[in-house]
């Protein structure tokens, strides 16, 4: 099963058809997979820039193929709002890569879409 990761002010992972979400700022502790979808968002927006010149709104969905260490193995723009925004969502995957893992290797999904919103 593919997992879409939306990158905004959250993350929605869609996992055997329940959707966990996992914010910035947890104030419980998060579940295993929470903590995988924060991994993922907080290694994605480290190499993100702060203020992109994109708009407010724009978004890119992007399908990411991994090996089990975390390697990015493909990378392909499924949709984008602007090639500005494509390029800076890839370069900010491959800057993480290697991606952050689950906990539970029964978690680990070699193919996973993620979706970022630009949300200034």
Do not use: H
Request: aromatic residues 6%; charged residues 20%.
């Amino acid at each position: 099963m593919n997992k879409v990761f939306v990158f905004s002010c959250l993350i929605l992972l869609g996992f055997f058809g329940n959707d966990i979400q996992a914010t910035e700022s947890q104030e419980m502790t998060p579940e295993p997979l929470e903590r995988y979808t924060l991994g993922l968002m907080s290694a994605l927006k480290a190499n993100l820039p702060e203020k992109p010149q994109v708009s407010n709104g724009e978004s890119c969905r992007v399908s990411v193929k991994q090996g089990r260490s975390g390697y990015i193995q493909e990378l392909r723009v499924l949709k984008c709002s602007s090639g500005t925004l494509g390029n800076l969502v890839l370069r900010a995957i491959i800057a993480a890569s290697p991606l952050p893992q689950p906990e539970s290797s029964e978690d680990f999904q070699e193919e996973v879409t993620i979706v970022y919103i630009v949300d200034n």
